[in-house]
T-cell receptor, first 114, second 113 residues
Framework: EAQVTQNPRYLITVTGKKLTVTCSQN?????MSWYRQDPGLGLRQIYY???????DKGDVPEGYKVSRKEKRNFPLILESPSPNQTSLYFC?????????????FGPGTRLTVL | RKEVEQDPGPFNVPEGATVAFNCTYS??????FFWYRQDCRKEPKLLMS???SGNEDGRFTAQLNRASQYISLLIRDSKLSDSATYLC??????????????FGTGTQLKVEL
């Protein structure tokens, strides 16, 4: 089944404890992206990647890191999480980088930072 | 001004009603437009793309007005299963920058018996 997977789905952690949220897609998609969703603000892009070893900042990159060593994986790293990073996170992928390409979203990771 | 603005609702409508949502966007250079549907606490899923000529998919019709910079979604004969949040999505990229999506905050629809 073609899909985008994220792990963990739910995470409660404490300020300053490094964490990684994994994202994997099995559709051989070139483009991958991370979004966060907060009430009243909608989904906002954190980072994106147009191909292996190519990553760039989205609208809200502060406090996050990403890597794209393999085409299928695009982990999101929080080196020192803070409470303002409590949010619902979505990973997405699309076949190419054209602005008409449909994006497919993972099921989401609900993160709480205490 | 937000890049993409929607009325948050909620819109409470009886089953079988016709309901319309509008959305405005600020970047006149935007190239692609979509409606996504999001069920409570789940991932957004593409409902339909929006073309200048308008497009229809069953009970759903989407329209784009570039001159006024707004997008609409019409749902006819609404079903209980249409209850969800509808996200207006704009892709401002022409080249470079990849496939970045800018989301509205969503309009909540509740269809009732």
């Amino acid at each position: 089944e073609a899909q985008v997977t994220q792990n963990p789905r739910y995470l409660i952690t404490v300020t300053g404890k490094k964490l990684t949220v994994t994202c994997s897609q099995n559709m051989n998609h070139e483009y991958m992206s991370w979004y966060r969703q907060d009430p009243g603000l909608g989904l906002r892009q954190i980072y994106y990647s147009m191909n292996v070893e190519v990553t760039d900042k989205g609208d809200v990159p502060e406090g996050y890191k990403v890597s794209r060593k393999e085409k299928r994986n695009f982990p999101l790293i929080l080196e020192s999480p803070s409470p303002n990073q409590t949010s619902l996170y979505f990973c997405a992928s699309s076949p190419g980088v054209l602005n008409t390409d449909t994006q497919y979203f993972g099921p989401g990771t609900r993160l709480t930072v205490l | 001004r937000k890049e993409v603005e929607q009325d948050p609702g909620p819109f409470n409508v009886p089953e079988g009603a016709t309901v319309a949502f509008n959305c405005t966007y600020s970047n006149s250079a935007s190239q692609s437009f979509f409606w996504y549907r999001q069920d409570c606490r789940k991932e957004p899923k593409l409902l339909m793309s929006v073309y200048s000529s308008g497009n229809e998919d069953g009970r759903f019709t989407a329209q784009l007005n570039r001159a006024s910079q707004y997008i609409s979604l019409l749902i006819r004969d609404s079903k209980l299963s249409d209850s969800a949040t509808y996200l207006c999505v704009v892709n401002p990229s022409t080249r470079g920058g990849g496939n970045k999506l800018t989301f509205g905050t969503g309009t909540q629809l509740k269809v009732e018996l």
